[in-house]
């Protein structure tokens, strides 16, 4: 829906320009904020350089994964540098330093390897040079950095997520997102818009109520990998090595036991889901409740075709802030209107959505007056 211009906002109030994405960010009550792209090429780096360029805070900036290399390994086009500016303390490893070619005011060590090298933490200088930002690997440790860059003097801190993984945006990590979507993610319009608003969906699924959220409290999801609750309330522990080859086990044990909800507690995978759903009865109604959206480790379209089953619930919801759209792909990009405009009609008016290269915005109807983003729900 267009009102005019370069704003799209549901025609509910006077438009806003895209720099509301630098106000909603001001506005948010989330340090942490993860920026993750659905594919390659999706804009990610662009909306990280955009909020460090524009958003008059001090940041932190670290990753998990590789970000800020000179070419795409897909493409081989030259991809956006980041380029933080004066003073934003970074976390990155020596190994990306020394291959950017960046002199970095090095103040602290962190206690993490990787493949690259130590992770190390220093503050952008005045050269305005691109730097190539890479993290360390587990949530744990980028929970821990992301902490330690706040300690430290960062007023918000920005971790940039790796392709195709979820990890960051998990509230054990952060507690706000950025989704970025590009045209490159499918073949087809229709392909990318609904893979979109799939994932969307996925991001956004509804918390478990609370009567279910104290029942679990003192619950172990690691040395419980999947528990049972029938309609009194009983639990009954299913003690699995992992789920792996299990999903018709699982749907013969959800009939025996007469399961209304089943919790995960650890990853859901495409196998796990397909045989499940084979041999649990057609029309059989379920409640699946998983940690949070980041533990689905499957397609967004199959987790869509499983609400279509099942209820699925998370435990500690995510927070997402915004999405923002790329029309970039090969060999043509899509006119940038007409990509935004068919992104914002599938997503609706659930969340802002922004262009930040093209000036497009959708500020829904709470957003333009005044209430800036989702509301934070801590894990």
Known sequence: ???????????????????????????????????????????????????????????????????????????????????????????????????????????????????????????????GEAIEVSGPTTLRQVRATADRLLELGAERVLVDGAINRLGSASPRVSDGLIMATGAILAERLEEVVQITAATFDMLTLPQADEALRRALRGHDPAATRLLSLDGDGEQHPLRLPSLIGHGVAVAREVERLGTQTLVVGGALTQDFVDDFLRALPPRRSLRLVVRD?????????????????????????????AVTTNPFRLPQPYNPRVFFDAVVDAIGDRVAVFDVVNGLAHLPAHAVAGDAGIPLVAP
């Open 1 to 127: 829906m267009t009102c005019g211009g370069n704003i799209s906002q549901g025609c509910a109030a006077e438009a806003l320009p895209v720099s509301g994405l630098y106000d909603l960010i001001t506005a948010s009550p989330a340090r942490r904020i993860a920026v993750i792209g659905l594919v390659k090429n999706a804009g990610k780096t662009t909306v990280v350089n955009a909020l460090m360029a524009n958003v008059a805070q001090r940041f932190g900036l670290t990753s998990l994964g590789l970000d800020g290399e000179r070419t795409d390994h897909l493409t081989g086009l030259a991809k956006p540098r980041i380029v933080p500016p004066s003073g934003t303390f970074v976390a990155t490893t020596t190994g990306s330093l020394d291959r950017s070619h960046y002199h970095l005011q090095t103040i602290e060590e962190m206690p993490f390897r990787t493949a690259l090298g130590r992770v190390v933490i220093g503050i952008a200088g005045e050269h």
């Open 293 to 321: 959206a980041t533990v689905l480790i499957l397609p967004a379209t199959t987790v869509a075709r499983l609400r279509r089953r099942l209820r699925i619930e998370v435990l500690h919801p995510l927070n997402v802030l």
